[in-house]
């Protein structure tokens, strides 16, 4: 808007501009003219007049670099009926006061060319133009990177505030748990001291694991994780992963089948790494489902590659959130479902191993109705 109205405000500053250029000529026009006729025998008819005007207007037009297109009558004073009409160019008026001749004017038209007019200051249009579009996208570019920062910062504080909580419950538990040890009526009853060490070591355990999956994400953040690649078969591990896990799902009245038909199963992947990820999905599983809860486990071949599938019966995951679960500290509202405290960090972790194997891995998943994540892992 602002532009429109400097791009206006110029073209009328550049035509009244133009104006008094063009009386300024006519002043010199005239006199040059009765300087001509001075010279000359008695000029008779209008043609040779009008020859002399239009030599000495493109002389005066042409050394001034400015030659817009014109025309021009040479009128005597008496005659009213020649005096100009309206019209959609621009009139100029001059008296021709010759010497010993009869009092006349000439009557200029110059186009109302607004193209003219524009384009003497088009360079300032094109500049200031290009300086606004600039400043807009130096503008979207701060308010983006801003909203970036923001969400960024949001999102390191829940980091932060999950990670405390985290670590502050098997802390808490083991130094409860160790304070019970050092009594004396505790540590003379054989059954007492054996669930305490069970608990301490179990939160020991817990502890570990989520410094490893922290220090595992920095690992391939800075790009020193290095997979240790391993002719593999990939059916024992998930067997064995499955069954690790099998206790759990048990005491939440729940099942696990497996249906592997894939005919390629032996791969090379880093036996620790994949293992993980495989754990990590299917507690995923049981952490996002209600009890009687069902998950499906299958491979297939699938191009050059075995396609694995991890699928349950769960909350789900809205639409929305299906491409962002996979970015880091990315968590999605649990709701009313209890213990899904976490880092944001499990799923990022399994894209980025599955990935460090040549590999992908999506999801499909509708609210309600559980969610189905594959992992595909290529023949190196």
Same mark, same amino acid.
């Given at each position: 808007?602002?532009?429109?109205?400097?791009?206006?405000?110029?073209?009328?500053?550049?035509?009244?501009?133009?104006?008094?250029?063009?009386?300024?000529?006519?002043?010199?026009?005239?006199?040059?003219?009765?300087?001509?006729?001075?010279?000359?025998?008695?000029?008779?008819?209008?043609?040779?007049?009008?020859?002399?005007?239009?030599?000495?207007?493109?002389?005066?037009?042409?050394?001034?670099?400015?030659?817009?297109?014109?025309?021009?009558?040479?009128?005597?004073?008496?005659?009213?009926?020649?005096?100009?009409?309206?019209?959609?160019?621009?009139?100029?008026?001059?008296? #021709?006061?010759?010497?010993?001749?009869?009092?006349?004017?000439?009557?200029?038209?110059?186009?109302?060319?607004?193209?003219?007019?524009?384009?003497?200051?088009?360079?300032?249009?094109?500049?200031?133009?290009?300086?606004?579009?600039?400043?807009?996208?130096? #503008?979207?570019?701060?308010?983006?990177?801003?909203?970036?920062?923001?969400?960024?910062?949001?999102?390191?504080?829940?980091?932060?505030?999950?990670?405390?909580?985290?670590?502050?419950?098997?802390?808490?538990?083991?130094?409860?748990?160790?304070?019970?040890?050092?009594?004396?009526?505790?540590?003379?009853?054989?059954?007492?001291?054996? =669930?305490?060490?069970?608990?301490?070591?179990?939160?020991?355990? =817990?502890?570990?694991?989520?410094?490893?999956?922290?220090?595992?994400?920095?690992?391939?953040?800075?790009?020193?994780?290095?997979?240790?690649?391993?002719?593999?078969?990939?059916?024992?591990?998930?067997?064995?992963?499955?069954?690790?896990?099998?206790?759990?799902?048990?005491?939440?009245?729940?099942?696990?089948?497996?249906?592997?038909?894939?005919?390629?199963?032996?791969?090379?992947?880093?036996?620790?790494?994949?293992?993980?990820?495989?754990?990590?999905?299917?507690?995923?599983?049981?952490?996002?489902?209600?009890?009687?809860?069902?998950?499906?486990?299958?491979?297939?071949?699938?191009?050059?590659?075995?396609?694995?599938?991890?699928?349950?019966?769960?909350?789900?995951?809205?639409?929305?959130?299906?491409? =962002?679960?996979?970015?880091?500290?990315?968590?999605?509202?649990?709701?009313?479902?209890?213990?899904?405290?976490?880092?944001?960090?499990?799923?990022?972790?399994?894209?980025?191993?599955?990935?460090?194997?040549?590999?992908?891995?999506?999801?499909?998943?509708?609210?309600?109705?559980?969610?189905?994540?594959?992992?595909?892992?290529?023949?190196?």
């Amino acid at each position: 808007m602002m532009q429109a109205f400097w791009i206006l405000d110029s073209y009328k500053e550049r035509k009244a501009h133009f104006s008094e250029h063009v009386n300024h000529i006519l002043d010199q026009v005239a006199q040059d003219y009765c300087e001509e006729i001075a010279q000359l025998p008695k000029v008779n008819g209008s043609a040779r007049e009008h020859q002399i005007m239009d030599s000495l207007l493109q002389f005066r037009f042409v050394q001034t670099e400015k030659l817009p297109a014109y025309s021009f009558r040479i009128i005597d004073n008496s005659d009213k009926s020649l005096k100009p009409k309206q019209s959609k160019s621009i009139i100029f008026t001059q008296i #021709l006061d010759c010497k010993n001749q009869t009092k006349k004017s000439i009557i200029l038209s110059i186009r109302d060319d607004k193209i003219y007019f524009i384009s003497s200051i088009l360079g300032w249009i094109i500049l200031s133009s290009l300086l606004i579009i600039i400043g807009i996208i130096a #503008l979207f570019i701060n308010i983006s990177f801003l909203r970036r920062q923001k969400k960024v910062s949001r999102i390191q504080s829940d980091f932060i505030g999950n990670m405390t909580h985290e670590l502050k419950t098997p802390i808490a538990t083991i130094s409860v748990a160790s304070e019970m040890l050092m009594k004396d009526k505790v540590l003379d009853d054989r059954t007492k001291s054996k =669930r305490y060490s069970t608990i301490i070591f179990e939160e020991n355990l =817990r502890l570990k694991k989520l410094v490893e999956r922290v220090m595992q994400i920095a690992l391939f953040e800075n790009g020193t994780m290095r997979l240790k690649l391993k002719e593999t078969d990939l059916h024992q591990m998930i067997g064995n992963s499955s069954e690790a896990i099998k206790m759990l799902i048990e005491k939440r009245d729940g099942s696990i089948t497996l249906e592997m038909k894939a005919k390629k199963f032996n791969y090379k992947v880093d036996t620790t790494h994949f293992s993980n990820i495989i754990t990590n999905l299917l507690e995923n599983a049981i952490k996002y489902s209600p009890d009687n809860l069902v998950i499906h486990l299958s491979t297939i071949d699938y191009s050059e590659g075995i396609l694995i599938g991890i699928a349950d019966q769960g909350m789900g995951i809205a639409k929305k959130h299906q491409e =962002r679960i996979f970015d880091r500290f990315y968590r999605v509202e649990s709701g009313d479902v209890q213990n899904t405290q976490g880092f944001g960090l499990g799923l990022y972790y399994v894209r980025r191993v599955i990935e460090a194997h040549g590999g992908f891995i999506k999801v499909q998943s509708e609210e309600g109705k559980g969610s189905r994540f594959e992992i595909y892992i290529p023949q190196l």
